[in-house]
C-alpha cells in the first residue's frame, strides 16, 4: 500500500528542497520568504523598528505551522511584525546556516577600515568600494547558488527599508545588526556573537550585510544578470526590479529564471591596490 505522501515543509530543510519547482528545477524563493518580501515591501517599509519588534508568539506560531503544511497563510491578520520576524525565523531554521564556522576564515578576512575621524572622504569612500569588492568576488562566490539568490532577494528588500530610515528608523547598519543573528552560526557561540557587530572597522557577518545593502547593485552584479538576465523592467531601480520578480513569483505561471543561470565564480582575493568605485 503506497504511503500518503507529506505535505511540504517550509521551515527548517535545506534550501535546494524548496527552491526549485518543476521538472526543469526553475529557481523559485519558499512559499513564505516571497509571500513575506511581498508583503513588506507593500506594507511595511515605513513602519517603525521593522525587524525588531517582536509579534504575539500565538500569531506567530499559527503562520509558521500554516506555512509547514503548505496552507494558505493571509499575512494581514498577523501584521507586518508577524512577517519581519517569519522572514528571519526562515533563515535561523535553516539546517545549514548561510554563514557557518567555515565562512567565517572568508569573512575575517574582510578589508577594515582604519578608526580616523580625520580621514579623508575619499579614502573612506575607496575602502567602502574595496570590501563592497571582496564581498561580491570572494564572499558571495563561496556560497551555493541558492544562498546566493536568497540573499539576493532578501537584501533587495532591506535596501527598501533603508532607503525609507527618516521613517522607520532602520539604517544598513540597524538592519545588519539585527539580522547578523540569523545568517551566522556554529558550535561555539562566542565567535557567533563576535560576528555580529558591523561597521567599517569589522570584519563580521555585521560588516558583510550592511555592505550587502548598502552597495545592493554592485555586490549583487552576478546574481542580478541571473535574475533580471537581458529582460526589459519598468524601471532602471535594480532593487525595485528584483522585488517586481518576487510579485511575478506569487502569481501562476511563474517559470523561474534556471535558463539564464551563469556558472558560478571561483572565490579569489581582493587587493586594495585595485579598488574601482562601487557607485552605480
Not at 515543509?9 to 512559499?31: D, K, Q
Not at 526562515?90 to 574582510?110: C, D, G, K, W
Request: with cysteine; proline share 6%; hydrophobic share 45%.
Amino acid at each position: 500500500q503506497q504511503q500518503q505522501q507529506q505535505a511540504p515543509v517550509a521551515f527548517g530543510v535545506p534550501l535546494e528542497g524548496v527552491m526549485t519547482r518543476g521538472s526543469n528545477s526553475s529557481a523559485i524563493l519558499p512559499h513564505p520568504v516571497r509571500e513575506c518580501i511581498a508583503y513588506l515591501r507593500h506594507n511595511g517599509v515605513a513602519t517603525e523598528g521593522l525587524f525588531r519588534r517582536s509579534p504575539p508568539s500565538t500569531v506567530l506560531r499559527a503562520a509558521k505551522d500554516a506555512y509547514n503544511g503548505d496552507q494558505p497563510v493571509d499575512l494581514e491578520l498577523g501584521g507586518v511584525h508577524v512577517a519581519a520576524v517569519l522572514l528571519k525565523l526562515f533563515f535561523r531554521e535553516l539546517p545549514e546556516p548561510i554563514f557557518s564556522s567555515h565562512s567565517y576564515a572568508t569573512v575575517r578576512a574582510l578589508p577594515v577600515a582604519t578608526i580616523d575621524s580625520n580621514a579623508a572622504a575619499d579614502v573612506a569612500k575607496q575602502m567602502d568600494s574595496v570590501r563592497a569588492r571582496y564581498v561580491e568576488e570572494v564572499i558571495l562566490p563561496s556560497l551555493s547558488r541558492e544562498c546566493r539568490l536568497l540573499l539576493c532577494f532578501t537584501c533587495a528588500l532591506l535596501a527598501i527599508v533603508a532607503r525609507n530610515e527618516e521613517s522607520n528608523r532602520m539604517t544598513a547598519f540597524n538592519l545588519a545588526i539585527v539580522w547578523a543573528p540569523n545568517l551566522a552560526r556554529s558550535a561555539n557561540p562566542v565567535a557567533d556573537v563576535a560576528m555580529c557587530s558591523a561597521g567599517p572597522a569589522a570584519a563580521t557577518v555585521g560588516s558583510v550585510i550592511q555592505i550587502m545593502v548598502a552597495c545592493f547593485d554592485s555586490v549583487f552584479a552576478a546574481e542580478l544578470a541571473t535574475i533580471l538576465g537581458s529582460s526589459n523592467t519598468a524601471t532602471d531601480d535594480r532593487v525595485v526590479a528584483v522585488l517586481d520578480v518576487v510579485d511575478r513569483m506569487n502569481e501562476d505561471g511563474w517559470v523561474g529564471f534556471v535558463e539564464s543561470t551563469p556558472p558560478a565564480l571561483p572565490p579569489r582575493s581582493v587587493s586594495t591596490d585595485k579598488a574601482e568605485s562601487g557607485s552605480d
